[in-house]
Antibody, heavy 118, light 110 residues
Framework: QVQLQESGPGLVKPSQTLSLTCTVSGGSISGANSYWNWIRQPAGKGLEWIGR???????IYNPSLKSRVTISLDTSKNQFSLNLSSVTAADTAVYYCARGPVSQIGFWGQGTLVTVAS | QSVLTQPPSVSAAPGQKVTISCSGS????????VSWYQQLPGTAPKLLIYENIKRPSGIPDRFSGSKSGTSATLGITGLQTGDEADYYC???????????FGGGTKLTVL
């Protein structure tokens, strides 16, 4: 059973870079033909897809965030990461890592709250 | 404002049936698979339906999905108080080249 766990700072200052890591257990991040996603949810609001990386290393990002987002794989640690630059209060949200195409995201992390504040 | 349109809320009595709609366009629902997710308060979303109509192992057959043209529907029969949650549809948008979700529907079991 694949499990995902987000980790990273819970508080980030405005204009700085938000960095989160998702650790995958119960399966190899590079062994399956899989998509690894980052999705966020501001308090009381809906889900927003941030982007994904394929096991091949190819990435696709939400056009609304593309200029600020980088998603990368670290196969040696069975992890993938999110960097979101130049953050503002609007980036405050619960951030989820998840596996699968958007049509079938079967595995989700528990989510981690990131607050952008000085 | 979401690319996929869902009603903000629906409600029904225990034991009854409810449907939740998800309306899109030819660039998303019309030409891509739809999934549905249940999010209980304070928890991560859970996959209920994938590829329009399929249920993952462990999801009861009280939950069903359908798709017609540029709209999709989630059906829930035999409503239970434990079904009270937010429900989201999701799909790929070929024009945006991005994953998208509906705005979510809050289900209340009266």
């Amino acid at each position: 059973q694949v499990q995902l766990q987000e980790s990273g700072p819970g508080l980030v200052k405005p204009s700085q870079t938000l960095s989160l890591t998702c650790t995958v257990s119960g399966g190899s991040i590079s062994g399956a033909n899989s998509y690894w996603n980052w999705i966020r949810q501001p308090a009381g609001k809906g889900l927003e897809w941030i982007g994904r990386i394929h096991t091949s290393g190819s990435t696709i990002y939400n056009p609304s965030l593309k200029s600020r987002v980088t998603i990368s794989l670290d196969t040696s640690k069975n992890q993938f990461s999110l960097n979101l630059s130049s953050v503002t209060a609007a980036d405050t949200a619960v951030y989820y890592c998840a596996r699968g195409p958007v049509s079938q995201i079967g595995f989700w992390g528990q989510g981690t709250l990131v607050t952008v504040a000085s | 404002q979401s690319v996929l349109t869902q009603p903000p809320s629906v409600s029904a009595a225990p034991g009854q049936k409810v449907t939740i709609s998800c309306s899109g366009s030819s660039s998303n629902i019309g030409n891509n698979y739809v999934s549905w997710y249940q999010q209980l308060p304070g928890t991560a979303p859970k996959l209920l339906i994938y590829e329009n109509i399929k249920r993952p192992s462990g999801i009861p057959d009280r939950f069903s999905g359908s798709k017609s043209g540029t709209s999709a529907t989630l059906g829930i029969t035999g409503l239970q108080t434990g079904d009270e949650a937010d429900y989201y549809c999701g799909t790929w948008d070929s024009s945006l080249s991005a994953g998208i979700f509906g705005g979510g529907t809050k289900l209340t079991v009266l």
